[in-house]
């Protein structure tokens, strides 16, 4: 999440330079300490009409944001991830999901996250999805077939095997094991199933793969270091289409917190710490007269 919310910021700071962060880089403890001086930031800027619009990073954050962009009456919109709607402290739930049904816009990163929020009030004409990708490495036909072998090599693959591959938490949401139950026992015997990840979710899958009797047809990774998944996707690794593996230069936020920043030398600290706070696009003050 870390990665793609840097990646969110590099994509808006890229496509306004005038853009702004907010953001906070420490620990959780610290975390409430922080709030009153991003809210104090931010009111400032809104009060000086240097915002037109914002984007939260998170539920979260929006439930900290809303009195001020309410007052200020700034467009905006919030994004939110599965664990926003999901997470099950009951004063969350009371007090962000109320606020999120009065959100004017909710970018969720899947579908299954859009259902979840409508599924708590949030109107249906307020909510899109944008869903997550990865861009692929520039490789050549050469580096394919060398990091096809490697792949094959480290998991004693047969070289006429057709490789799928899901990588990212293991929630039941996200349908791995709905694919190792419905789809995979009706795909041809050369089809394996890679599955790079944790959670809550590993357990039932290894019996879903046990009651389907495909056991020698599913790896379940775990947790892998840096370099393998590079050179699965430059092995030709295919992306299960049910996890919405596409390339897609989307809007997310991640959970780490970054500092505030400019467009200073400190930009490229923060673009690594980007996350839970709000960006913000200057106005033009062309644009005003």
């Given amino acids: 999440m870390e990665t793609l919310a840097a990646g969110i910021w590099r994509s808006l700071s890229t496509d306004r330079p005038d853009a702004l962060l907010i953001a906070y880089g420490g620990s959780n403890r610290r975390l409430p300490g922080w709030l009153p001086v991003a809210l104090a930031r931010a009111s400032w800027l809104l009060l000086r009409r240097r915002v037109e619009a914002v984007l939260v990073g998170d539920a979260l954050m929006y439930a900290v944001m809303y009195p001020v962009l309410k007052i200020f009456r700034v467009p905006h919109a919030t994004m939110v991830m599965g664990l926003d709607l999901t997470y099950q402290n009951r004063a969350y739930r009371v007090v962000v999901h109320r606020i999120l049904r009065r959100a004017p816009r909710v970018i969720a990163i899947s579908t299954a996250t859009a259902e ?7 109107p249906a004409d307020r909510v899109g999805v944008v869903r997550l990708g990865v861009s692929g490495p520039d490789v050549t036909p050469e580096d394919r077939v060398a990091a096809a072998k490697a792949i094959r090599h480290r998991y004693d ?90 390339r897609h230069g989307g809007l997310r936020s991640g959970r780490h917190r970054g500092g505030d920043t400019r467009h200073d030398h400190r930009r490229e600290r923060h673009r690594r710490a980007a996350g839970r706070g709000a960006r913000w696009r200057d106005r033009d003050p062309a644009a005003e007269r």
């Fill in 116 to 122: 979840l929020a409508r599924s708590f009030g949030v």
């Fill in 157 to 246: 693959l047969p070289d006429d095997a057709i490789v799928l591959l899901t990588l990212g938490r293991l929630v039941r949401r996200k349908g791995v094991r709905w694919f190792v139950e419905h789809v995979l026992p009706g795909l041809p015997g050369n089809v394996l199933y890679l599955v790079v990840g944790e959670g809550p979710d590993a357990e039932p899958i290894r019996a879903a793969v046990a009651r389907a009797g495909i056991a020698d047809r599913v790896r379940l990774l775990g947790r892998v270091d840096g370099a393998q998944p590079a050179d699965g996707w430059r092995g030709g690794l295919r992306p299960t289409e049910h996890h919405g593996a596409r």
